[in-house]
């Protein structure tokens, strides 16, 4: 049966392993609270002691003068000065902790649930990551973990304040039980009626301000990661429009939240102060008590109210910011418990080599939503030979070598290897031994080293070279200022598209795989780098597997077999 979820069960899960921590927190917040309350209760009584030791002592410091009575009286003093700078200096290194604590229960949630994000986004099915807009996957698992991780010292916070106004309430209930009671009914009562309102309201705030944020990260991704696009297009003020309609909504949102967030304190503050303003005039006018005697007597009362009031509007406060981070709570717990769609990478037998290759077998594949691509389709790739794969586009030529990756699977019809199923083999085992080249070089941000030994971190020097080597591309890399030092600038900008498919290439090689698959690695060059990886790729015809999808016969002229879809 599914779990029902709730907020508190969310809470569970996403501190699992964490909750002790949790605890102690609260337990330190609480004691930091009290001595605070403690050392400032105490420096007027102590004054007044000290300038008049006869006065006998009431309230606390009654119960304390008892204790000291125990204690020889000439000490009696530095006694009570003794324990009010205890209560500072521990309320203070409490307080020191209580900050380190905080942003390590913070920051350590943050890192368990942005790092389980991210790796469970790159985890998901293909077609099901290929739905997703980047940015928001982003926004998902790099910022919204600490703002929910955040949310919870909000949390902790409002549990101990709770746990101090009882406190209060508890001490008040001793001094005078009824008038406590009518203060906590209204209390409550204030605190039940405010709450329902703002609870609703923050969380509609909180999945509004989810949806922009998630939003503006998606304009500023897509439109700096296609900046050339957007010089070459003239697109620069369209982005910046479309993030600052979404910076404008977010500045509406979050300064009528803001004003709601203190709302209730202002409205408590208010209403309190009218209520006694209120009794006073009612008592002067009607003449019931004299007002200087009961002032007297309301005095304790005003204080003791006022700091429950201020209890009770700070934790509507903080339970507003925390409801506001509730729908992120939610999305991160559904990513972390309820992944949707994974891909299953480790069941399987662990695939070791290939004896005498692949055969597509009667393979139906069409796309969720589309008509079929491939249909009763069968092929075989026989090992250490080179298939190429040519037709017109739309074919479904890329869909072949997704197939052979193992990111979609076929719908009828089974791949095979060596006679068995590729649906036996983990994902893992076998993409370790497919090497998979496309149109689109992918090079990241960094030497021409790291973007090499991406393919086996860890390979050594002469590995990389040797790879780089077979691919056509070491002397080049000789030839630049820092050689394979180099950074290559985003998306490998300093290169050549030529140059970037071949860093590619060298990045596949070192992982010596069995079988490779280029698909149309050579339709966006020239014919002079063409020819270069053509003759890289003829290189290793006869010692490796070849799948070479290619859109010019002069890149498949040395095919040991050539399957055209335009005639399946
Ligand atoms: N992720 C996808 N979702 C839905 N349809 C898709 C997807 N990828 C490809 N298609 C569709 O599947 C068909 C085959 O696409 P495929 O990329 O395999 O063709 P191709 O032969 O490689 O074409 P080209 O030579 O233009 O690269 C096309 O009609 C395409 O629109």
Redesign the pocket.
């Known amino acids: 049966m599914k779990k029902k979820k709730n907020t508190f069960t969310v809470i569970r899960d996403l501190t699992t392993g964490y909750r002790k921590m949790g605890v102690f927190i609260l337990v330190v917040m609480v004691l930091a609270a009290f001595t605070e309350a403690l050392g400032l209760g105490m420096v007027l009584p102590v004054l007044s002691h000290l300038m008049n030791p006869e006065v006998p002592q009431t309230g606390a410091m009654g119960a304390l003068d008892k204790v000291l009575t125990f204690f020889p009286a000439e000490y009696r003093v530095e006694l009570q000065l003794g324990i009010l700078l205890a209560a500072f200096w521990l309320k203070n290194i409490l307080a020191a902790a209580l900050r380190g604590l905080n942003a390590h229960f913070t920051f350590k949630l943050r890192e368990i649930w942005s790092s389980q994000l991210l790796f469970r986004y790159l985890r998901l099915e293909y ?1 099901q990551a ?1 739905e997703s807009k980047q940015g928001v996957l982003l926004q998902n698992a790099i910022a919204e973990p600490l703002r929910v991780a955040k949310s919870f010292i909000i949390f902790l916070n409002l549990l101990a304040k709770l746990i101090l106004g009882v406190a209060i309430a508890a001490v008040l209930l001793v001094v005078d039980w009824k008038v406590t009671l009518v203060l906590t009914f209204v209390a409550f009562t204030s605190f039940l009626l405010i709450n329902k309102v703002l609870y609703t309201y923050s969380l509609r705030f909180g999945r509004k301000r989810l949806a922009i944020d998630q939003q503006a990260n998606f304009i500023g991704m897509e439109s700096l990661g296609s900046i050339k696009e957007v010089k070459a297009l003239g697109l620069e003020k369209r982005y910046r429009n479309l993030l600052t309609e979404q910076l404008v909504l977010s500045r509406k949102i979050f300064t009528k939240f803001s004003i709601l967030n203190h709302m209730p304190e202002n409205l408590i503050e208010v209403l309190a102060v009218t209520s006694v303003v209120g009794i006073i005039f009612f008592v002067q006018y009607t003449g019931i008590y004299d007002v200087g005697n009961m002032l007297a007597k309301m005095g304790f009362f005003i204080i003791a109210g006022q700091k429950m009031f201020s209890c009770v509007s700070f934790v509507l406060a903080q339970r507003m910011k925390f409801a506001a981070t509730i729908p992120g709570m939610f999305l991160i717990h559904d990513v972390i418990f309820h992944p949707q769609e994974m891909e299953d990478l480790s069941s399987g037998e662990s695939f070791q080599s290939m004896e005498q290759g692949i055969k597509l077998e009667h393979v139906g594949f069409s ?4 008509a079929p ?1 491939l249909q009763d389709f069968s092929m075989e790739i026989p090992v250490n030979k080179m298939t190429a794969v040519i ?10 070598a997704d197939l052979l990756l193992g990111l979609y699977h076929p719908q009828e019809g089974r791949i095979t290897v060596d006679g068995r199923s590729l649906s036996d083999y983990s994902l893992n085992s076998w993409r370790k031994k497919v090497g998979y080249v496309g149109q689109e070089p992918v090079i990241f941000n960094a030497s021409v080293r790291e973007n090499i030994l991406a393919g086996k971190p860890g390979a050594s020097e002469e590995e990389m070279i040797q790879a780089a080597r077979i691919a056509r591309i070491h002397d080049f890399v000789l030839t630049l200022p820092q050689g394979y030092d180099t950074v290559v600038g985003d998306k490998g900008a300093k290169l050549s598209g030529g140059q970037r498919q071949r860093v590619v290439i060298a990045r596949v090689m070192i992982r010596d795989p069995e079988l490779f698959i280029f698909d ?1 690695a050579t339709s966006a060059l020239d014919k002079e780098t063409e020819a270069e990886i053509t003759a890289a790729m003829e290189d290793l015809a006869g010692r490796r597997t070849l799948v070479v ?1 290619a ?1 010019r016969l002069s890149t498949i002229k040395k095919a040991d077999h050539v399957y055209d ?1 335009s005639e399946a």
């Open positions: 077609a290929l796309y969720r939503t589309g691509v037709g017109p586009s739309g074919a479904g030529k890329s869909t072949i149309e999808i859109h879809l």
